[in-house]
Each structure stands twice: as structure tokens, then as C-alpha cells.
């Protein structure tokens, strides 16, 4: 009985070093995926301020966009 008890103590290591190792990987790409999306609404801003200064849009038109982002 003791044999059996051992070899599932195993399993349940495993069992625990998968999931934490599912929990490190989720957090890594969860983090990217919200430095990725950073980037994204820098860069939109910068084009915003640029149709701006072009007189592409009105300072409401400006405004109304930056708030969607």
C-alpha cells in the first residue's frame, strides 16, 4: 500500500509543477500581449496629433478619438 501512496505522491508533483509552470507561461503572454497593446495606442495617438497639426481634423474630431483609445 505504501508503494501506491508513493507513486501517486509523484503524480501530484507533477501535476503541481504543470500548472505552475501553465500559470508562469499565461502571465508572460498576458503581459506582452498588454505591452504590445501600449505600443498600439502610442503610436494611434502619435497619428491622431499629426492629422491634427494637418488640419485633417477638428480639435473635437481630436478629442472624440483620443477618448475611443
Not at 50 to 69: P, S, Y
Request: hydrophobic share 50%; charged share 25%.
Amino acid at each position: 500500500m505504501s508503494m501506491h501512496f508513493a507513486h501517486f505522491s509523484h503524480e501530484i508533483w507533477l501535476v503541481l509543477l504543470l500548472l505552475l509552470a501553465a500559470v508562469f507561461i499565461s502571465c508572460f503572454i498576458i503581459r506582452r500581449r498588454t505591452q504590445s497593446g501600449n505600443a498600439d495606442r502610442r503610436d494611434s495617438l502619435e497619428i491622431l496629433k499629426k492629422r491634427l497639426a494637418a488640419g485633417e481634423i477638428t480639435i473635437d474630431e481630436f478629442n472624440m478619438i483620443r477618448q475611443v483609445l
